[in-house]
């Protein structure tokens, strides 16, 4: 066995897409004679700043020898990578041998991709000590994708697919043609088992890219069959070529669990603790409202583009108990889902008088209150019921605002009292 690790050959804003030149690679080796056994779609830390947005890295399972697979990925790669993007840095590791027996410096490698960050040095440092077949492109940053890409198979334990169909090359850059009322039916089909595939609330169609590159939709769901079939019953342009990949997508596997004090910019946490700030409408229609545990504080956002999950994080108060998820950047905890954990659910209020039913005045400070029309007293704030828009449980972003990685509450697993918006 062999396996081939690719990354960073797209660009932002020039097309083209590492998904697309992973099957390409594919295809030469199985037109070498060689067979592909799997290819995996790996994001890796969203927060890292060189990336494009979904921040992918591909491995291709093989049965060709290390040299033949290097040699065939490089020609694809060569031919195929956007290198006058300045900021696309291709890189290509090619590791001999089953991914069942990677190293554990390796497989610690990949799992760091996701949840940390690496240097370009330590990953070529560590390929060359592997014994792997290496090589870097207009500064080669892609090989840190690339060897992380080598190591997931044995670094995650929780998989997903995702079946992309590709458009005709030519028509990179000119509108898909989809019929979006077939996406629709599909989704409806697919679902639960394909998850992702629309925005039913906001009328988006989630599986098909803004971007300019190949790609014409990506189904993602936890069958095989089920991403293909949903795949297959979209009306569209032609389809010039497809493939499946198995994917962490879906999974959470950026999230390390933490605690208040102790989070850093440019990693993603689950933690819990205490809402003490009323939750803020600032400019943009961006929501804030802080969380404390102990003596650590944080600021909790819930940004214009997470839509109606807004409303949740607006209906919080003071004193609620949450587990919030999300990437922390400038100190900010950007959000991606909560769990109510305890809910408050009195408040102190001006007490009634049990004559006429009206709301009492104050009798001076410290004095109590008083009844004037009746001369009824009570000596201060009575606790009274308070009518909740949320419940015990979890809410999440939409399908529209989620990012890759991120696990919907459709998959499960979750102590989750309520179901997520499809």
Not at 340 to 354: G, H, I
């Amino acid at each position: 066995m062999t396996v081939i690790g690719l990354d960073d050959t797209d660009s932002r804003t020039l097309g083209m897409c590492t998904t697309y030149l992973a099957t390409l690679v594919a295809e030469a080796i199985e037109q070498e004679g060689g067979t592909v056994e799997r290819l995996l779609l790996i994001r890796l830390n969203p927060a890292v700043e060189h990336k494009t947005r979904g921040n992918a890295a591909l491995a291709i399972h093989t049965d060709v020898p290390a040299g033949t697979a290097f040699d065939v990925a490089r020609a694809e790669l060569e031919r195929w990578a956007v290198v006058d993007d300045d900021r696309t840095s291709p890189g290509l590791v090619v590791a001999p041998g089953s991914p069942d027996t990677v190293s554990t410096a390796v497989e610690e490698f990949a799992r760091d991709a996701v949840r940390d960050f690496h240097d370009t040095d330590r990953a070529v440092e560590l390929a060359t000590e592997s014994g792997f077949l290496s090589q870097g492109w207009h500064g080669g940053r892609g090989r840190i994708g690339a060897l992380a890409a080598v190591g997931a198979w044995t670094a995650f334990d929780e998989w997903t697919y995702e079946h992309i169909s590709y458009r005709e090359f030519h028509r990179c850059g000119t509108s898909r043609e989809v019929d979006f009322d077939s996406v629709f039916d599909a989704a409806e089909a697919g679902y639960p088992n394909a998850w992702d595939t629309v925005d039913r609330v906001e009328g988006e169609a989630v599986c098909v890219p803004n971007a300019p590159g190949p790609i014409l939709h990506g189904i993602r769901g936890d069958d095989p069959e089920t991403v293909r079939s949903v795949a297959a019953d979209i009306v569209s342009e032609s389809i010039d070529r497809s493939a499946t990949f198995l994917t962490n997508q879906g999974t959470d596997a950026h999230l390390r669990d933490g605690s208040l004090s102790d989070l850093r910019d440019g990693r993603a946490y689950r933690v819990t603790g205490s809402v003490t700030s009323k939750p803020e409408t600032r400019t943009g229609g961006h929501v804030f409202f802080d969380l404390s545990e102990d003596d650590a504080t944080i600021t909790v956002a819930a940004f214009e583009p997470t839509k109606r999950f807004r409303d949740h994080v607006r209906s919080l108060r003071v004193g609620d108990r949450l587990t919030v998820c999300g990437e922390v950047t400038d100190g900010t905890l950007k959000l991606e889902k909560f769990a109510v954990r305890d809910l408050v659910r009195t408040e102190l209020a001006t007490p009634t008088c049990r004559d006429c039913g009206r709301t009492m005045k104050s009798a001076g400070r410290n004095q109590g209150y008083r009844c004037r029309d009746c001369g009824t007293d009570a000596p201060g704030k009575v606790e009274t019921p308070l009518d909740r828009a949320l419940e015990v449980g979890w809410y999440e972003v939409p399908p529209c605002a989620r990012r890759h990685i991120a696990k919907p509450l459709v998959r499960g697993g979750f102590d989750a009292s309520t179901h997520p918006e499809r």
